[in-house]
Every structure is written in structure tokens, then in C-alpha cells.
């Protein structure tokens, strides 16, 4: 999933301003017959009452709408352009969606204080008043592929088995792909999870498009924190230049801003980092395989050896058979390239090794990062097989020309959370190759749980009831957030809107209260069903507490018009 640029871009002196609950307000931007008004049938699935695939769009549209604007406050309505769209497909990946703030304000630098960006729906929020609007009538810009699962234009596939899902209860089918989630990641973008920090350049300011605000923070860049350097983005001596290269730089790039940093360690899952004794190899970016077992502390350790099968011109890819008990015991490190991974897992297995690190050599497609390794059919691997980069790979064969005995192992680092940097930042998606709208403007794929921005679609993430530690980004940016209960019309539920760490309980509530009066259409029953499911299915996964389930269900039955 990648971030849209900006498409227009005004400049305006903003000033704070209290506020209400925002609302934020879909513009279908597909013709006829297409997209969000595709009439073709489709039956309600999990808990979608809408009858045709257009129909089932909209309302995941409105239904992510209603979540951000129940939790966010902004006197300004925002107005969110959607589309589908041919984006980029083949029949193994592609995007799945492109968003961004269709304009942004900014407020001028003022003596040492660099002027500021603002996304235009934030900007709005923080002005108290609408200052502007895109010529397309839009804040936010958002796009999604119309091809999934079938064929793009040209007749190629596009992501071969898959397809949306439609529902809103977080039970996604295997091999489909949950809308809801994508549209609120997408909408995430626009509302302000995204930097304009040049990729290349390291510039401030650039990636708006306008020269006028080359040198200007933006509310997403000014919380971001290098940890080469010890210091954020915006310091006085950060260079372009050392922006450019944490950009670029896995673990680099992390999120300083209170609010989020001080979730982490109620999101966050403890790290589990790979370490190579003799070298300097400490990392939470590794890659795994989808064959063998998972790597583990308990059956991911020993002597690391360079396997050679002392054939072709590289004897350490382990593509030949290794010597009978060569590797007895010991954890084989292989060189990537000419033959499938699971082949020289298998190989290095037969020579007795007990599991393996396939690195990647200069010649690797994307080099810097640990790729994910696929299963291969002609072979069954049985260990564990874990992937790392050029510059880790590098290590461990240094090391091992240098004599130096060296020993692997998994494990979790006292204090280090899956995703964080040893200070309990976030940290920030930075492939070393630069991935255009994506990197810097998500968070590291690493972070355990998922995470709803991360750069790939999970199927882990429910953003239907959980928006992680987005909202903490949110609040440091400067978005209020409503800390007060869901209501239905006018009677308190007592389920608080969300509770940190982007737990979004009461967000759900009002959200099915919509939803619930649209699939009723007039049917009282059919709406207290509808309520009173909502009001249990939250209870059976925790997040409501028996008085708050019969409180979701009161103010249901107080409800006297549909």
C-alpha cells in the first residue's frame, strides 16, 4: 500500500482552536456502473448488508469514516475522494490502495523555527475553520485496485486466487483481502501518516511538489528520529544528507513523539533478534520461510559454519550436495542465488545442520533487505531457515575468512519491544532500496503485533476495533482526540471512544449504530438484533465488560427513531 502525493498545496498562518467530534464524509468518484457503483450482486457478507459489490464498497467506506471521525476532533468537515482504479498488479502482488491529502496548509518559519506543513484535513482541525479546499472538492485523495483477483487492462492477472472482502467483522477468508482495513489505512495517510522529507535529496519539504516549501518541516517529519545520529530530523545539524541516508537505513528512522512512544510498550510484543557471536550481526530484520518450522529460541542456536560444496563459481550456495556430516550439528550459513531456498536448506539439513541463514550476495534483487523465502517442490526442508541482508551476510563470511568461531541464536533482548529501537521508539519503514510512497511514511514491518500502517496488508490487523498506535502518531501531530464515551443518539453507553493502545470499542459502537438503522431500513427488531450482536461480539473478544455490553444494549432499546 502506498502513499498518494499531494496534488495541490496552499499556504495558510494557522492558529489552535477546540473542537467537536470530526466528520469525515466520503465522495464516490467513480462513474457510473464502476467501482463504488459496480451493480454487480453480490450477497451481504460478515455483518455488510449491501446487495451489490458497489453497494458493499460504499458502505465500508462510510463505516471506516464514521470509526476515524468518532475518535478525532475537527470543527471542519472532511471530505475523503474514493475510487477504484487500475494501480499496479501482477499476479503475486500489487498496490492495494494510494491516499494522501489532496492540499496541505503550513504556517511560516518564525526566527530559529522552521515554517510547518500540515495535511489539509489536519490542518483544518488545527485552524478551527475551513481554510481551503482542492479543486476536486476533496481533503484526502484515495484510490484502490480495481482489479483484484481478476485481470488488470492488458490482460496480465492481478494477484491470482485473491479478491476483497467486504465484511466488517474481521473474519476474512484466507487469501482475501480485508477492504475495511485498507480504507482505513488509506484514510490514515491523509489525515497525516505521511512525511514530505525527499527520499533522495534528504530535503524537507519536498516531496509536497511546491518549491515555496523546500525547507519546511511537516507535522510527520518534525517527530521522526534518527538513531545513526542520536537526533530528530528536524535538529539544526541534521544535514539533507543524513536525513537521505536514515531513509535508507532498516532500525534507522524511528517515531519520537510522546504520545506513541509511551504506547509502545502496551502494543508491542518483546523482540525476538537474530545475534551472531564474533560479529557485530544484532537485528530484528531477518527474513523467514514459509517452509520448515518457525525459527525459535529453543531450536535456533549453534556453531555457525560457511557451507561448501566446492561447486561453480560460488561453493557456498549449498545448491550442490554438501559433504556427509559437514555441518553436523552446526547452523550452515549459505550465500542466496541460482537455486530455490528450500534446495539449500535441504542441503545443508543432509550435511546435518540443524538449521540455516541464507544471505543475500551483490548481485540480489534488493540487497538490503532479508527477503521472505518460498517452499520449493521438489524438496522438504525441516529446519529452520531464516534470511538476512548483504551487509549481515558480509559479516558473518568476514568473520569466518578471519578464523573467528562464531555462534547463532534467537532470542528476545531484555527491554527491546518487536518494532522498537532500544529507546521504545517505532520505528519507521526504511528498505534500503527507497520504495516511492511508501517508505518513511509507515511503520517497520517488523513490529509484533502487526500494525494497521505498516507498508503490506496484514492478516492479523482488525481496524474495525483496533487502530494500534496510530492514534498515538495522530495526538503527536496535533489531532484532538475524543477521550469521551459512545453514544447512541443521545444516551451514554459508557464505552470510552477508544483506550490507548488504539483500542477503538466505542468507535465501533456508533459506527454499527449507523450501520444497524441502514441495514434495518425502519425495522425496529431487526435494528436491536443488530445492536445487540454488536454489543456481544465486543464482549466475546474483551472489548467490552459485561456492564458495557448491557449499556450498548439500553441505549439500543431507548433509541425511539430509526
Known sequence: MKVQLLTAVVAATLCAASAQAAIITPVNQDPAGKGLNDTTARAPEGGNPGVSVGEQRRIVYQYAADLWGAVLQSNVETFVGASFQDLAC????????????????????????LGMIYHGALANAVNGS??????????????????????????????????????LDGNTPAGQINFLDVVMHEIGHGLG?????????????????????????????????????GK????????????????????????????????????????????????SVVSQFFGTASFGPAATSANFSGPVVVANDATGADTADACEALPAGSLAGKVAYVNRGTCAFEIKAANAQAAGAVAAIIGNVASSADPGTAPGMAEDASVNATIPTLSVNLNDANLIKAAAQAGTAMTAALGNVAGQMAGADPSGRPLLYAPATVASGSSFSHFESVLKPDALMEPANSDSTDAARIVDLTLGVFADEGWGLNSGNARIGSCDTGVKLFKAPGMIAGANVQAQDRLCRVGAKGNRGQYLRCMNDTASSLKAIGMVNTVEQAGIRSCAAKLTSL
Do not use: H
Not at 528536524?234 to 536525513?243: C, K, V
Open 232 to 279: 530528530r530530523f528536524t535538529d539544526a545539524s541534521m544535514t539533507n544528507a543524513l536525513r537521505a541516508t536514515s531513509i535508507k537505513t532498516r532500525g534507522a528512522p524511528a517515531w519520537d513523539g510522546t504520545s506513541a512512544k509511551s504506547q509502545t510498550p502496551l502494543w508491542l510484543d518483546p523482540a525476538l533478534v537474530l545475534s551472531v557471536s564474533g560479529t
Open 193 to 229: 501518516f505521511s512525511g514530505f522529507v525527499g527520499y533522495t535529496s534528504g530535503r524537507l519539504g519536498e516531496r509536497t511538489g511546491i518549491s515555496a516549501y523546500y525547507g519546511y518541516s511537516d507535522v510527520y517529519t518534525d517527530n521522526a528520529f534518527d538513531n545513526l545520529t
Open 130 to 167: 475551513r481554510i481551503t479546499i482542492s479543486s476536486s472538492g476533496t481533503d484526502i485523495t484515495s484510490r484502490f485496485n480495481a482489479n483484484l483477483g481478476g485481470s488488470n487492462p492488458d490482460g496480465t492477472p492481478c494477484m491470482t486466487g485473491s479478491g476483497w472482502y467486504y465484511g
Open 90 to 113: 501482477t499476479a503475486t502482488g500489487g498496490t492495494l490502495g494510494s491516499a494522501g491529502a489532496s492540499w496541505v496548509g503550513a504556517s511560516a518559519p518564525s526566527g530559529t523555527q
